[in-house]
């Protein structure tokens, strides 16, 4: 997605939309604050996000590696 399709989201729906990817990433076991960076990071593709954090790359790279 990118920021402007999320822009274009209802305020409802941005609230959904970003507590379904912090709970997705939470479950996968990553850290709660690198969750809500990563979550709040909508051009970053959350299922992509949660293969590599599986496979033991660190939060902060993850961003980098799919942008």
């Known amino acids: 997605m990118?920021?402007?399709?999320?822009?274009r989201l209802a305020p409802s729906e941005a609230e959904a939309l970003l507590c379904a990817r912090f709970r997705a990433l939470a479950a996968c076991g990553c850290p709660p604050d690198d969750a809500l960076v990563l979550a709040s990071r909508v051009d970053v593709d959350v299922c992509g996000a949660?293969?590599?954090?599986?496979?033991?790359?660190?939060p902060a790279l993850v961003p980098a590696l799919l942008t």
Do not use: H, V
């Not at 990118?2 to 822009?7: I, L, N, P, S």
């Not at 949660?50 to 660190?58: E, N, V």
């Open 50 to 58: 949660i293969s590599l954090l599986r496979r033991g790359c660190p």
């Open 2 to 7: 990118t920021a402007a399709q999320f822009e």
